[in-house]
Each structure stands twice: as C-alpha cells, then as structure tokens.
C-alpha cells in the first residue's frame, strides 16, 4: 500500500503521518500533536503568537475535552512563564543567573562563579528559615559542623567563638 507521509492542503495546512499537524494560520500559526491522526482531537499545541509583533512568543497548551490550557509561555527575552506546578528532577542554571520570586522579585538566590552563594530580599518582609535544626558546615569530607541550631534554639558552636568587646551578658 502506498502511504504519505505527508499531505499538505489548500489552506496550506501539514498533516504528518506521524500525528503532527502544522495549521497555517494567519495571525498564529500552531502545531498540533494528536493522539490520532484521522481525527482533530488535538492534545498538545504548540503556537507561534504574534510573530511579526514585538513581542513574539511561543505558546505550549494541552486540551483537555475541547478546552486548551496553556501550561508554558516562552518570550521573545527567552523568560519561561509555567502556568501551574513545576517539578524538575534538578534546576541547573549557570553561574550569575538568578532565582527571582515575589511579584516585584524581591527575593533573589544566584550563585557568582568563583565568589560566593546569595539570597536577597529587599521586600518588607524578613527572610525566615524554619527548621527543626540547622547545621552550617564545610565542604571538606567528611564536613566538619561549625554551627548547629537545635529545634529549641540552643546554639552550639565549633572551635573559638569570638565575641566584641562591647558585648554583655
């Protein structure tokens, strides 16, 4: 039997044999992966939005019955906007680039090659850490603990703790 791989239509729309619909359209084109080919039940989407605009985007949707949801944006800046729950294995991102988080950024973690580790926030709000014990630690193996806070707040300390001599008790 002879098969097409692919059929290109009037509408300049691309049918793949493999599931891989290519739509033409004018003001965005997309690209939709069905579960079968010989029907529109369309269950991923991906859209190429405004793209003769400033502010080109690529948009990743899944449907669910007839409705689409768009799960990823992906700007002209190359900035990623997950529309739900993200959950990676691990986040690898390069040395200077940053985690932002808050509606003005205000919390910022990143790592400077050959420096030091950050956390900043500038919001209005403290930066609380909450745990049921805390342990700073070298990175020499095995690690050695220079500092462990304790669930009840007890402090121990490593070695020679210097104190001002302003300090009192």
Known sequence: ANTSALTIAGSYDA????????HNSSNAPYIDFVEN?????SKARITMDQIDGDN???IFSTENATTLTTALTISQTQTATFAGQVVPNELSMGDGKKILLGNGDDFQMWHAAGEN???RETGEGATVFQSNGWYFQNTASPAVTG???TDAGAATFAGTVNVDSDFKV
Do not use: C, E, P, R
């Open 15 to 22: 049918t793949f044999a493999g599931n891989v619909i290519i």
């Open 37 to 41: 080919a010989d029907t529109s039940d």
């Open 56 to 58: 080109g985007q690529l």
């Open 117 to 119: 580790t950050y956390l």
């Open 147 to 149: 500092v462990h806070f």
